[in-house]
């Protein structure tokens, strides 16, 4: 694609309001910034589109959404049937911009002739899976950046099972897009006459009711929260969010008396004044929520991200700092409750399943595995989870209580089927009020599961490589590890390797190669001798490259030494 070409295309467009060719015509001495731009479009990919919200072909503004809107009109048209009637489910976040993108998305999808439900303003991700579920849509539109940095939009996409589209559908969008002319091949209509159509339905509290239902049925334990709920303290921060009405909500009913909600991070704002990263995995941005725990006493602080769908905790250590709990520990404390608590209150069912994925930590299978729990793998992404939930529970083989990723996601329940930090938060505060009732905090939790199941650690290293050079370099690295990959990491043997690409697992001492189930996927996982596993993937959403260190050790200092022995080798791949 010629890029100065597509900016002229652009700069000359009639759909461009005059402020938005006054931006780009400020660019016409930056070719660097106008190549940045238009150099080719937002790849869409099965979590849908994320990119800076600017005027370009390689950004989020109203052009983008609307041509991708068109797209995904025109898959949901070709599945024919009452598929336009069922219609489509749209949410919003609080970023900047992001009520106006979800109405445009709103009025493509009307003038296309699909139905649509959209709901009256910002909401958590998960009750736009549920909606997508409650309400038999054939799709749903999620206008959200999760947890990046302001500057950031996104749109994902949702298929009628409530997860995020399957690859087959995210490839049929993507390829109607690239038919569409983005000006001139998109039919449109404005909110107004969208709403005057007949074919909108606003979604406010009667859908919130519905989803706290579901949410509060979760609830394992009443009885120990109510033991402590006149001592039992927590701060809450939601990060500017959508988390600010519901989760305290359900807090509140699983009977929590004493809910300190973090004044200036539950005012909604886009810009996130008061953070540099509205992400809860960076525990810099829990500075206030600390600040309120100390003065007020409290042992546990809980944080959701923009769109609700992840959530962090911290917890206070021996020394009476907070230290955070990381999502791989999370997983593990929550399923280690879980499979206890729904046994205490006869809700375990038969065939219990827990799922993970490839970059989750080993010690959820021990744990899971010793309680009697089944556990798979899966690859990165709720969707992929979502399917094999689905697939495992309609062949009678299991019944999923808890999946899990690493980066702070944590599905439970049949109504959802994506991250739910709604439900997550209140499970997360019941285990620690249980611990509580027994005298402990999560920190000591914490350390009695080291003690029972053994001494894992992990760490991600990011390897971040941006712009055209990087996406290039992301490239080269992958390829690099495929042809020539290591024989040695740290000074311990590889022993085996796995390309999850084409689905092969390679035994490095005979070269004997199997097939595995899982494959399809850019990613690559070392083996070694001593048990620990390194994976190496792309980041799907950012331009980085992500290596997860999974390690285990006799004892604690063992099992940190490996993740440092390990991370120079990850640190170094970058050079």
């Not at 048990?531 to 799907?540: E, F, K, Q």
Request: overall charge negative; aromatic content about 8%; proline content about 4%.
């Amino acid at each position: 694609m010629d890029f100065m070409q597509e900016y002229e295309k652009w700069l000359a467009s009639p759909a461009l309001s005059q402020a938005e060719k006054d931006e780009l015509a400020a660019l016409k001495s930056d070719p660097k910034e106008i190549e940045a731009r238009f150099y080719g479009p937002l790849e869409f990919g099965t979590a849908g589109l994320r990119g800076t919200m600017a005027v370009g072909l390689h950004n989020m503004n109203v052009h983008v959404i609307r041509h991708a809107t068109q797209a995904f009109a025109e898959v949901i048209l070709a599945e024919g049937g009452d598929a336009a009637q069922r219609g489509v489910a749209i949410c919003m976040d609080c970023r900047n911009h992001s009520l106006e993108f979800a109405r445009e998305a709103a009025g493509v999808m009307v003038a296309n002739g699909v139905n649509v439900r959209i709901f009256e303003s910002l909401r958590p991700t998960p009750e736009l899976s549920f909606a997508v579920r409650e309400y038999g849509c054939i799709a749903g539109i999620n206008v959200t950046a999760s947890h990046n940095p302001k500057e950031y939009n996104g749109y994902k996409v949702y298929w009628e099972d409530g997860a995020q589209l399957p690859p087959h559908h995210a490839e049929a969008i993507a390829a109607k897009m690239a038919q569409i002319d983005l000006f001139t091949g998109v039919k449109t209509m404005s909110w107004e006459d969208a709403k005057a159509s007949g074919r909108v339905t606003e979604m406010g509290d009667e859908t919130d009711r519905r989803f706290m239902a579901n949410v509060t049925a979760m609830i394992n334990d009443r009885e120990s929260v109510a033991k402590v709920a006149d001592t039992f303290k927590m701060v809450y921060t939601p990060f500017h969010g959508c988390g600010y009405k519901l989760v305290p909500e359900a807090l509140r009913a699983l009977g929590v008396k004493h809910i300190l909600c973090e004044p200036k991070q539950m005012e909604i704002n886009g810009d996130f004044p008061t953070v540099a990263s509205p992400n809860p995995e960076n525990p810099e941005g829990f500075y206030l929520a600390i600040e309120l725990a100390k003065k007020n006493d409290v042992d546990f602080i809980l944080g959701t991200d923009p769109d609700s769908d992840r959530v962090g905790i911290m917890v206070r250590n021996k020394s009476g700092e907070f230290q955070p709990v990381t999502g791989n520990q999370t997983g593990v404390l929550l399923l280690d409750y879980l499979i206890g608590a729904m046994k205490r209150a006869g809700k375990l069912p038969e065939k219990p399943v827990a799922l993970k994925t490839i970059v989750t930590t080993e010690m959820a299978r021990k744990v899971a595995e010793m309680n009697g729990v089944r556990c798979f793998d899966t690859f990165t992404g709720f969707k992929f989870m979502a399917e094999k939930k689905n697939a495992l529970e309609a062949a009678g083989e299991g019944k999923v209580i808890f999946s899990y990723e690493e980066s702070y996601g944590y599905m439970l329940g049949d109504y959802v089927r994506d991250k739910d930090a709604v439900t997550a938060s209140m499970l997360l505060t019941e285990m620690a009020a249980w611990y509580a009732a027994q005298g402990m905090t999560l920190f000591d939790a914490l350390e009695k599961l080291y003690e029972k199941y053994g001494w894992y650690a992990e760490k991600t290293y990011n390897l971040v490589m941006p712009g055209l050079d990087g996406l290039k370099d992301m490239a080269e690295l992958m390829r690099s590890l495929r042809e020539t990959p290591p024989a040695e990491i740290g000074g311990t043997a590889v022993a085996a390797r796995k390309d999850y690409s084409d689905g092969t697992m390679t035994d490095c001492a005979t070269g004997k190669q199997e097939k595995m189930e899982l494959s399809g996927s850019n990613v690559l996982r070392f083996e070694l001798a001593d048990g620990t596993s390194i994976i190496v993937r792309p980041s799907g959403t950012e331009p980085k490259i992500k290596v997860y260190i999974l390690t285990h050790g006799a004892d604690k200092a063992q099992s940190e030494a490996n993740v440092k022995k390990y991370g120079a080798w990850a640190e170094a791949l970058k050079k």
